[in-house]
């Protein structure tokens, strides 16, 4: 699959305030490792994205430099329309990333002390704290806390500027599913109130239970920008494959149903929406021979949209032929 | 949604003053030290017992030294070689906080990287404080060494003042050594240092080739310049070029790796 497949977002700031986060034309590379190769990602407020993709796909990546704390080798990045660094220090921003540390000598309740003192206004510690669920072990030190209180910790840091925008990086590594389930509900209610949020996960099932819009990344490009229901459309699809000589990929582009064709030889492969239209038509307007109906699952097309075989699924359940 | 809200949020927002630098960060950083056990025992007990086993000798009280007696003399290096070591540790702290990876999530905040420095070498003068303080408090509540009050005061400040230089030092090595065995390695460089520096031993002791080299060591310059007030010698030159010349060594140092360590790649 080589074609980004784009579709609307439902929403747009149209001209009403700053965009959460532009990002345009950014790339960055580690040595060979090109880790984001051209991304143009635009969150409007309000939204809740999940950038989506394999370990090694860019994610991190992107977030970091959505955060300030890499700088792209080429391309904008905007956040409020000013600076990531500066967004940060007017709390516009807040992250909850992997690799965050928490001082071991303080206790809950200084750690958010500690932190609230740094913004020009914070929310009430203590009240962050109840809203995170760790008000009950406010005074015990961080050392003592379990994985899962140090990560509702690291959360309430982040809500304390009540930012515009919150970054998850992976948040739910780790957790329980009753945990996910109770992080995501907060989340979720947390963001009714206008906050964009933007999480970064591996996890195809909470993308789709958790984000209003879907970024797919593949080796550092986005491969695919819907809602959760549009990409679940498009990876629920079928491929219709058939031999069909000296055909072009701008004519079955216009093939009923198509959303991304592709020509290997005489053979045509047309990822269809609706494959009993784009078979149809295959069928009584052109040529085309040996037909074959492939459906896949939401993994293989998931694994096909950000894996590392530049070739289409091949399909493996075919359940109709004609 | 509510984007006009969050497009009139955005436009007031503003960055705290000073780059974050705050008093509740100072009141939580000096929590911190006394809540380790080791900071204070380096810092405040081991200098208390050192003047206690050295400061004290039978005749210390009546041998004249200077404008006071040798007993105050002894204190003062004392004093310096505690304070020193406690802003070393202080400053070296940082190697601790990256390791835990918080230096990492304080970028996720407003403060500055100026701002930062800035609490850890005020907390690191605030242990030093510290430790003077608690070996001048054993030294007036032993009645042995003896100065002018002026004496004490101008002594006791100079020793503070001048521990900043080790404040510096100590956030280098911070920044260069890893977090495992910073302290340890610390404490044997100070130890080491203050042999060279003449804090235990007058280096009249060693040849004078030797001399001409331990006179440039980071402890010499200030351990003259301390005992100062005290001896009524006179200022020579060559300490206070000492001091300038590796406060400017361990800034740069400090402030090279920090820029390493905290580079946007």
Not at chain 1, 213 to 233: E, M, N, P, Y
Request: a neutral charge.
């Amino acid at each position: 699959m080589t074609q980004t497949a784009t579709f609307g977002t439902g929403r747009s700031a149209d001209g009403m305030g700053p965009l959460a986060v532009e990002l345009t034309g950014v790339h960055k590379s580690f040595g060979h490792v090109h880790a984001v190769d051209g991304v143009d990602l635009n969150l409007s407020s309000g939204e809740i994205v999940a950038i989506l993709g394999p370990n090694g796909a860019g994610k991190t990546s992107t977030i970091d430099i959505i955060l300030g704390l890499s700088q792209p080798d080429s391309g904008r990045v905007q956040v409020f329309g000013m600076h990531p660094r500066q967004a940060i220090s007017r709390g516009l921003v807040s992250a909850v990333m992997q690799t965050g540390g928490l001082l071991r000598d303080l206790t809950v309740f200084e750690t958010a002390e500690y932190t609230a003192s740094l913004f020009a206004r914070s929310q009430n510690p203590r009240e962050v704290l109840r809203t995170a669920g760790i008000a009950d072990i406010a005074d015990r030190r961080v050392n003592k806390c379990s994985g899962g209180e140090q990560q509702r910790l690291r959360f309430a840091l982040a809500l304390l500027s009540n930012p515009d925008l919150l970054v998850l990086d992976e948040p739910t590594t780790g957790m329980d599913v009753e945990g996910r389930r109770g992080f995501w509900a907060a989340i979720r209610k947390d963001a009714e109130n206008g906050r964009t949020v933007l999480f970064a996960t591996h996890y195809l099932e909470e993308a789709d239970a958790y984000a209003d819009r879907i970024v797919l990344l593949r080796h550092g490009k986005v491969v695919a920008d819907g809602t959760s229901s549009q990409i679940k459309a498009m990876t629920a699809g079928r491929i219709v494959r058939a031999t069909l000589p000296g055909a072009s990929e701008e004519a079955l582009r216009t093939v009923p149903g198509a959303d991304t064709v592709e020509v290997r030889g005489e053979t045509v492969l047309v990822h269809s929406n609706d494959s009993d239209a784009t078979a149809r038509y295959l069928l009584t307007q052109t040529a085309a021979k040996d037909l074959e109906i492939t459906a896949r699952g939401i993994e293989d097309a998931f694994i096909a949209l950000t894996g590392d075989d530049p070739e289409p699924a091949t399909p493996t359940s075919p359940w109709m032929t004609r | 949604m509510s984007t006009p809200t969050i497009a009139s949020d955005v436009a007031t927002r503003r960055a705290p003053a000073l780059g974050g630098f705050n008093l509740t960060l100072l009141k939580l950083e000096v929590r911190r030290l006394t809540r380790n056990p080791r900071t204070i025992i380096i810092a405040v007990v081991a200098p208390v017992v050192f003047f206690l086993l050295f400061g004290l000798n039978r005749s210390y009280d009546t041998i004249k030294y200077g404008h006071g007696n040798l007993s105050a003399f002894v204190m003062v290096s004392v004093a310096l070689y505690g304070a020193v070591l406690a802003t070393t540790f202080g400053g070296a702290m940082v190697s601790m906080e990256r390791s835990q990876g918080w230096s990492r999530q304080l970028r996720l905040t407003p403060l500055t990287p100026a701002a930062y420095i800035a609490i850890k070498v005020v907390t690191a003068l605030v242990l030093g404080a510290t430790s003077v303080a608690a070996v001048y408090i054993i030294g007036s509540l032993t009645h042995k060494a003896s100065m002018s009050a002026g004496l004490w005061i101008a002594t006791g400040f100079s020793v503070w003042v001048g521990s900043l230089l080790f404040a510096a030092f100590g956030l280098f090595m911070g920044y260069l050594l890893p977090a495992e065995n910073v302290m340890q390695l610390i404490g044997l460089i100070v130890g080491l240092l203050s042999f060279a520096g003449g804090l235990f031993i007058p280096i009249s002791q060693f040849a004078l080739a030797v001399q001409d080299v331990l006179k440039w060591t980071p402890l010499y310059g200030l351990n003259q310049l301390v005992h100062t007030p005290l001896l009524g010698n006179g200022v020579d030159w060559t300490w206070v070029v000492n001091v300038l010349g590796w406060l400017i060594i361990f800034s740069a140092g400090a402030m090279w790796r920090f820029r390493k360590d905290t580079a946007r790649v």
